[in-house]
C-alpha cells in the first residue's frame, strides 16, 4: 500500500509543477507569435489623472468586432491576440467623457505596441 501511496503523490506533485510550465510555455509561444501582437496603454482624466473604471473599446477595421475593457485602479488596460494584418480603432469612454478614436495600423510593426488615451467632454 506504501509504494501505492508513493505513486499517487508523485504523479500529484508531477502534476502540480508542470501546470505552471505548460502555462508559461502558452505565454512564451504567444510571444513568439510572428501573426499576433498586442496593444496596451493607459486612459487618463482630464487632470491627467489614471481613469479607472474607464470602458476601453478597440474595433476590427476588417470585420468590425468590437472588444472591450474596464480599466484598472492605475487606468490601464491591454488587449491580446490582435493580428498583424489588421487595422484597429481604439477609444475610450468613461460618463459624459471620451477619447478621441485612435488607430492601430498593419505599418505598426511593433509586437506590443503602446497607445494612451486622454478623456475629454464628449462632443455635442
Known amino acids: 500500500m506504501k509504494t501505492f501511496q508513493f505513486i499517487a503523490l508523485s504523479l500529484v506533485l508531477l502534476a502540480l509543477t508542470a ?3 505548460s502555462s508559461q510555455w502558452k505565454r ?3 510571444k513568439e ?3 499576433t501582437r498586442s496593444l ?3 486612459v487618463l482624466d482630464e487632470q491627467e489623472r489614471p481613469a479607472k473604471t474607464a470602458i476601453v473599446q478597440l474595433k476590427n477595421a476588417k470585420t468590425l468586432q468590437v472588444r472591450s475593457y474596464i480599466t484598472q485602479e ?10 498583424t494584418n489588421t487595422d484597429y ?3 475610450a469612454e468613461r460618463g459624459d467623457l471620451a477619447s478621441a478614436v485612435r488607430r492601430l495600423s498593419v505599418f505598426d510593426t511593433r509586437p506590443k505596441p503602446v497607445i494612451n488615451l486622454k478623456l475629454e467632454p464628449k462632443k455635442k
Open 40 to 42: 496596451q496603454g493607459f
Open 89 to 91: 480603432e481604439v477609444r
Open 19 to 21: 501546470l505552471p510550465a
Open 28 to 30: 512564451d509561444k504567444d
Open 74 to 83: 492605475d487606468g490601464r488596460y491591454q488587449f491580446h491576440g490582435l493580428s
Open 33 to 35: 507569435d510572428p501573426n
